[in-house]
């Protein structure tokens, strides 16, 4: 009976540590990337740049850089002749501001673009050398170039994991049979004792 008890306790610890999600560091580190949130945006629009594959807590330059449109004019035009616009539309400076890498490697920034075109966004790793770009376009209205607050990587995911449900599931069952076999064994020692 003691051993039955404990294979049941046994069969159900090891189904419920199956639930547990693994918690491996990745190896080798993902290859670095970045991505945007929005890859067109209206001016004034805020999105958020984010890229992976740093060194744990570098510091990461991020540039934005004009690669095309109204935001562009006025890079020259190589000897060709120049024509006069009837609005002067002045190029966009390089903007910077600097981040540091998560645990993980991973970092996150918000940026606002307010002059149409298309824009190159970079982050450069100051320790490894590390470089990710994307291009952002801002169609509409103009203004100004604007960058805020470093996050250094996302929010976890707090959502239910299939996996781990179906494991607790398993698990609570293996549980919940061991604890019938328990009792049928019970009433059947006293079925004999009485008998």
């Known amino acids: 009976m003691k051993k039955i008890c404990a294979a049941l306790a046994l069969a159900g610890s090891i189904a419920l540590a199956g639930a547990v999600p693994a918690v491996a560091a990745q190896y080798p580190a993902p290859s670095p990337s970045a991505t945007v949130s929005d890859a067109t945006v209206a001016p ?3 999105f958020v740049f984010s890229g992976e594959g740093f060194l744990p807590g570098e510091t990461i330059v991020v540039t934005v850089d004009a690669a095309g449109g109204p935001a562009a004019a006025g890079a020259g035009t190589g000897g060709a002749a120049l024509s006069v616009p009837a609005a002067i539309i002045v190029p966009a400076a390089l903007q910077t501001m ?4 998560n645990a993980q490697g991973e970092f996150s920034v918000t ?11 970079t982050g450069t790793g100051q320790t490894s050398g590390r470089s990710v770009s994307a291009t952002v376009t801002v169609v509409g209205a103009a203004g100004t170039v604007t960058g805020t ?5 996302g929010l976890a995911d707090t959502g239910l994991d299939p996996a781990l449900l179906g494991w607790s599931l398993v698990g609570a069952g293996a549980v919940a049979a061991g604890a019938a076999a328990v009792v049928v064994a019970r009433r059947r020692t006293g079925a004999v004792d009485q008998a």
């Open 98 to 101: 600097t981040t540091t890498a």
């Open 111 to 121: 940026i606002t673009l307010d002059q149409p075109g298309t824009y190159v966004i």
């Open 44 to 46: 004034g629009e805020p």
């Open 149 to 153: 607050g470093a996050t250094g990587g």
